[in-house]
């Protein structure tokens, strides 16, 4: 008997240690694969290329037409990938958010994202019904899925690029507002293809739940997650980003399973949780930047897998795609932009940015998904013309935004104090916070007395490091360019802190 059992033992690891050997392979694997992703966003920030296109285009060179390294067929696996990589993606970009930065902005930004989006998807249906064998709700779908911009690319490109600060909230929202209106533009269409819509009056009302039912879950779980993250006290700092987190991917799942807008959901609880007295605010953020460059990665490399290159670069798709890219940056994205915002006091110059910085990137790739899910007739040319069109529209459009931006005079000066957030304790309610302040030499407080700068009464400058010498503060002492400020305040004065040295 125990021979018999060792026997079995012995049988059991042989079969094992192959995939073990297969296991530990992967890892190695992917470990490169990471590596490389990091790396390579180094090289492309010093070519002045978006990061995405390197993911794509590494998933490809390991995918299945390329070193066959990963096989990768599924695409409801896929979709899943891509949404919930979404949903970190706009969380991340909604919790930096400022609501006093986007309010004067909200009314263009919910044009462009809804109006704007509608224009340039039904410029490009038409367009794709004269270049491809469609029918008119096929056509109308491919428009679709290129009409959004993308939250991802577009986060990534106005990272300092130091447009002014109207121009650049607007976009921002656009692209955290407008994945929604792409969705509900996709999924109404491919019901249409089927066959299966359920007339106008429930169009409308469809739209009117998906939108509003959307931004009320979205608003709910967002306070409701801001008094669970400011009331409970967790035993460790690096919770709180999980915890709120959590509140993300529940907002996505709250709304869609009652058939509203996840991604509405996640970017409105996300603007409320940002905008609240968030507790650990730079772990949460830090955090957030980190794991949303993760998302990036898997999702832009899971997509490029799923891409075959022999069928994608075809001279009979890539002239019609290249032509329907073209139509999208010079003719139905500025017809879009410059509709969506008549009255709405921007300049010429402004609209032609607005109009050039329509980034098409993970979303439409995600939503051609949609298609093969669905199993429809031409799924995947839907999927080979829209990645061809998000490939030329960021390599044109995303290397070139920022020369665009200064040509057009549309580039603010830098930022005259840099802050930066360090929590200290976290006790209760009563979070204290280091605030390190960088003096610019454009700054206003340059040369002012630290008695005269009205600092809020519990803040407290601890030191100065001037010239890699530190300085113990008192009120005669003069700020010079160059300093560095360390400031003790309670979490509730940082807000009226960086309103003071920013004014």
Do not use: C
């Amino acid at each position: 008997m125990t021979n018999k059992l060792a026997t079995n033992r012995l049988e059991r690891g042989s079969y094992m240690i192959p995939e073990l050997i297969d296991s530990n392979l992967i890892i190695l694997i992917f470990s490169v694969i990471l590596i490389l992703s990091i790396l390579g966003t180094k090289f492309t920030s010093k070519v002045n290329t978006p990061s995405l296109l390197f993911f794509i285009a590494l998933g490809m060179v390991i995918g299945n037409d390329g070193l066959n390294i990963f096989a990768f067929y599924d695409a409801e696996m896929a979709q899943l990938i891509g949404m919930m990589a979404l949903v970190i993606i706009l969380f991340d970009g909604g919790i930096k958010t400022n609501w006093k930065s986007i309010k004067p902005v909200a009314i263009p930004s919910i044009s462009l994202a809804t109006l704007g989006v509608t224009i340039t998807s039904f410029i490009l249906g038409i367009a794709a019904k004269l270049l491809f064998t469609l029918n008119w709700p096929e056509a109308l779908l491919m428009g679709a899925l290129a009409g959004s911009t993308d939250a991802a690319a577009v986060f990534a490109m106005m990272q300092g690029k130091n447009i002014n600060d109207r121009l650049e909230a607007t976009l921002e929202a656009e692209s955290g507002a407008n994945d929604p209106m792409a969705v509900f533009l996709t999924v109404t269409l491919i019901s249409f293809v089927e066959m299966k819509n359920s007339g106008v009056l429930g169009l409308i009302g469809s739209f009117l739940w998906n939108m509003g039912g959307g931004l009320l879950i979205g608003l709910l779980i967002g306070w409701f997650g801001s008094k669970a993250l400011h009331r409970i006290t967790l035993n460790s700092s690096g919770l709180y980003p999980l915890h709120a987190l959590a509140f993300a991917f529940l907002a996505y799942s709250g709304a869609t399973l009652v058939n509203a807008s996840g991604l509405l959901a996640v970017y409105a609880a996300a603007i409320y949780i940002g905008n609240t007295g968030l507790k650990q605010r730079n772990a949460i953020l830090q955090f957030n930047e980190g794991f949303s460059w993760i998302a990036q990665i898997v999702l832009f490399i899971t997509l490029g897998l799923f891409v075959i290159p022999s069928d994608l670069f075809q001279w009979e798709i890539m002239w019609k795609a290249l032509l329907l890219s073209f139509i999208l940056m010079f003719v139905a994205r500025p017809i879009a932009s410059f509709i969506s915002v008549v009255g709405m006091d921007f300049n010429i110059r402004e609209k032609l940015l607005i109009s050039w910085a329509g980034l098409r990137g993970a979303v439409p790739i995600v939503l051609a998904l949609f298609p093969m899910l669905s199993g429809l007739e031409h799924s995947q040319l839907f999927f080979n013309v829209i990645f061809f069109v998000v490939l030329t529209s960021t390599l044109l459009q995303g290397t070139t935004i920022s020369l665009l931006a200064d040509k057009l005079g549309l580039v603010k000066p830098g930022r005259t104090t840099q802050i930066n957030h360090m929590e200290l304790l976290s006790i209760g309610k009563n979070n204290l916070e280091i605030v390190e302040i960088i003096i610019d030499e454009n700054s206003f407080v340059v040369g002012e007395k630290i008695k005269d700068l009205g600092l809020p009464p519990n803040a407290n400058i601890t030191f100065i490091l001037r010239d890699g010498e530190t300085l113990s503060p008192n009120g005669d002492i003069k700020i010079m360019e160059g300093d560095l400020l360390y400031i003790l305040a309670p979490e509730k004065d940082v807000d009226r802190l960086e309103e003071i040295l920013n004014e």
